[in-house]
């Protein structure tokens, strides 16, 4: 089954600096990564996803790149603010059972992000 | 739109009680999921269900089972509580395969004493 590894576990930044957070995963047929983002007490929300078509996708100061040959893809925010503080989480999963891999949604363990003012 | 609403939000149990987590969402959602959340930890699957009257095992299914009789409701049920169940259980449903984004309840902490 799919294997998601998410590191760092915590990172700590200043406002304005960038944070990556990197995701490697086991099953080559997964073609789908979401990356969630949970404020503390929250329920877990999406924030940006990218499929295996697809090398990097942007959505104003977060990005999402991936990486299918080497099989890991990494969460960056730029000019970081103090409400970027949360856990994040990043998944991976197959299309369809027809190509192989599971269907389920896999996360990663999650990554404490704290941005000082 | 209410998406997925969990009940209840809290609660404490004794060893060895039983209760049920329900689930519902209002999406029209086929793929519903459940997801334990230890402190400091990510989200474990403990069951999953591709649609109604279908269920299957995530990976931490012992001491849980499942239902899945509409496509609206999914509810947990805990059998003979023990200790280790303490944790918060988040319940999600997708429209698809997990290829499109998948929408959390609000969450459940359960503490088992």
């Known amino acids: 089954g799919e294997n998601v590894e998410q590191h760092p576990s915590t990172l700590s930044v200043q406002e304005g600096d960038s944070a990556v957070i990197k995701c490697t995963y086991s099953?080559?047929?997964?073609?789908?990564f979401p990356w969630y983002k949970q404020e503390l007490g929250k329920r877990p929300q999406l924030i940006i996803d990218i499929r295996s078509n697809v090398g990097e996708k942007k959505d104003q100061r977060i990005a999402v790149t991936l990486n299918k040959t080497a099989k890991h893809f990494s969460l960056h925010i730029t000019e970081t603010q103090p409400e970027d503080s949360a856990v994040y989480f990043c998944a991976a999963s197959a299309a369809s059972l027809s190509q192989g891999g599971s269907e389920k949604l896999v996360f990663g363990k999650g990554t404490k992000l704290t941005v000082n003012p | 739109n209410a998406g997925v609403t969990q009940t209840p939000k809290f609660r404490i149990l004794k060893i060895g009680q039983s209760m049920t987590l329900q689930c519902a969402q209002d999406m029209n959602h086929n793929y519903m999921y459940w997801y334990r959340q230890d402190p400091g930890m990510g989200l474990k699957l403990i069951y999953y269900s591709v649609g109604a009257g279908i269920t299957d095992k995530g990976e931490v299914p012992n001491g849980y089972n499942v239902s899945r009789s509409t496509t609206e409701d999914f509810p947990l049920r805990l059998e003979l509580a023990a200790p280790s169940q303490t944790s918060v259980y988040f319940c999600?449903?997708?429209?698809?395969?997990?290829?499109?984004?998948?929408?959390f309840g609000q969450g459940t902490r359960l503490t088992v004493v």
């Open positions: 999600a449903s997708s429209y698809s395969w997990g290829n499109t984004e998948a929408f």
């Open positions: 099953d080559s047929a997964s073609n789908y």
